[in-house]
Nanobody
């Protein structure tokens, strides 16, 4: 089973940028669709972005379009989330998730494998 490890979170001022990384242990990483989700205190986990196995198709939540970019490097078993123009409301724990042969679903229940999460805090 694939194991996922996120990194790159931290504290940033509003308007700043962060790049999150998620590295997978699975040698068949290229067969997984990867998603990024986030969860703020007291809120449900919500979809942020997803990318299918080949990287040709990407999907975004409306609230991050134009600010965040998801990408992947299958040679490094890593998916990235570049976050620009960060806002205080982006503060959350960010999780990456994997679904083998997935289609970039926005429903977290479709993803059987999850990382431990990385905290992103945006100060105003």
């Amino acid at each position: 089973q694939v194991q996922l490890v996120e990194s790159g979170g931290g504290l940033v001022q509003a308007g700043g940028s962060l790049r999150l990384s998620c590295t997978a242990s699975e040698h068949a990483f290229s067969t997984y669709a990867m998603g990024w989700f986030r969860q703020a205190p007291g809120k449900e986990r919500e979809f942020v972005a997803a990318i299918i196995w080949g990287g040709d198709n990407t999907y975004y939540a409306d609230f991050v379009k134009g600010r965040f970019t998801i990408s992947r490097d299958n040679a490094k078993n890593t998916v990235y989330l570049q976050m620009n123009s960060l806002k205080p409301e982006d503060t959350a724990v960010y999780y990456c998730a994997a679904e083998r042969w997935g289609r970039g679903n926005s429903d977290p229940a479709r993803y059987p494998r999850w990382g431990q999460g990385t905290q992103v805090t945006v100060s105003s």
